[in-house]
């Protein structure tokens, strides 16, 4: 009898320990109960598993650690520790849940292959009204051996794409090739599983923006270039999340999502990769990108490596021996489009002279006269123009 009572006693104090707190990081979910008060040793966080795990060195490298400082870079290493090692009720180093929930989503935004982790949630600890530890358990996703068994097909993947970057490229090109890669091997799905993880871009190759930035991320991390998820707003669609990368030191953003023609409304196929943000600078993304405040984006002013520049295709100023020569190029290739930027001064010259007074029919013509491709005459021509960007593109049937 006097067993039982004890068990029955033992049972009820420990149901007074604890106060559990569900912090969903991707549904942003907070419920909190009431306090407990007892007397409970204080464990250290710096001496836990999660903190001498190796871990890489993180400084300088991983934008949203760089953004931290003192002991949310601590803990950020803690939570990185934790979930890497599949740890469970991690002891933390910070008892203020809107800094370990800003931690946490540094250590998500920098490291898009922890993809078996979804939010997680702390367990708080009280003596006297008095929160004195807090502990981190990861919300798993799946098995530490489904993990693995996905990282194997990742592994195989990332294999044969990178296998592919030709040899010598700078940053540029390896940025491009990536984002020509992800695109041409993924198609955008609302309703792909994994949506939010690279699982579903390297697995599944379908995918929403979430699955594209990480994959873009992923991908160029294993070529050592920078790079980090941006999440924000788009006007009149929502939520969106893109990249932010660095290319011979100097910062640029980039959005896979909106370069593949699976993605938009109505069907594209056939329209070709588009590169409008492929490296654009910070006055270009704000057209139409608004990032979330969660960290201090920097402002980007270089033009060097935007797509438009690298490749020759930006016109400074209306010359129609430029425009000829670029149809000619497309007509020799077989493409069915081209594209090209021109500077704000040149946009409405562009716009009378090819689209108001039809001048494109008479430039193809006589591109098609100085190309070896007479015997495939064009029948017919559509366009679209991106006015904010400036960006020209023809459609061409043959």
Known sequence: MNKKIRLFFLACFIAMLTVCMSCRADYGEDE?????????????????????KEQPDFSGYYFAYD??????????????????????????????????????????????ELFWVGGYTLTQYSRGGNVFEIRFE?????????????????????????????????????????YEYIILNTDYNLEAEDNQNICSTFIGRQTVCQGYASGMQYLLQKLEIPCTVVTGQIAARGNHA????????????????????????????????????????????????????????????????????????????????????????ALENGEHLFSFRTSPDAAEETKDNLITDSG??????????????????????????????NVFTFFLDY
């Open 138 to 178: 990861p919300d798993y996703t799946m098995e530490k051996e489904e993990s693995q068994a996905r990282q194997r097909q990742i592994d195989l993947y990332t294999e044969q794409c990178l296998a592919g970057v030709p040899a010598g490229a700078d940053d540029y090109e390896k940025i491009r090739y990536v």
């Open 67 to 112: 953004s931290l400082r003192g002991e949310e870079r601590e803990c950020y290493r803690i939570m990185y520790g934790a979930i890497a090692g599949f740890l469970h009720d991690t002891p933390l180093n910070i008892l203020d849940q809107g800094r370990i929930q800003h931690v946490f989503e540094a250590v998500k935004n920098d490291h898009p």
């Open 242 to 329: 893109w990249n932010m990368v660095i290319a011979d030191g100097e910062y640029y953003y980039v959005d896979a999502t909106w370069g593949d023609p699976s993605y938009g409304e109505g069907s594209m196929e056939n329209q070709g990769i588009n590169y409008q943000y492929l490296m654009v600078n910070s006055a270009d993304l704000a057209k139409t990108h608004v990032a979330d405040p969660d960290f201090l984006w920097p402002v980007t002013e270089s033009r060097k490596d935007n797509y438009y520049i690298r490749e020759g295709l930006y016109m400074e100023q209306w010359e129609d021996g430029w425009i000829e020569e670029l149809i000619r190029s």
């Open 360 to 389: 494109i029919y008479r430039l193809i013509r006589s591109a098609q006269e100085l190309s070896s491709t007479k015997e495939r005459p064009v029948s017919g021509v559509s366009y679209s123009m991106d006015e904010q960007m």
């Open 32 to 52: 909190t109960s009431p306090d407990g008060s007892f007397d409970k040793p204080f464990e250290s966080a710096v001496m836990t598993d999660a903190h001498e």
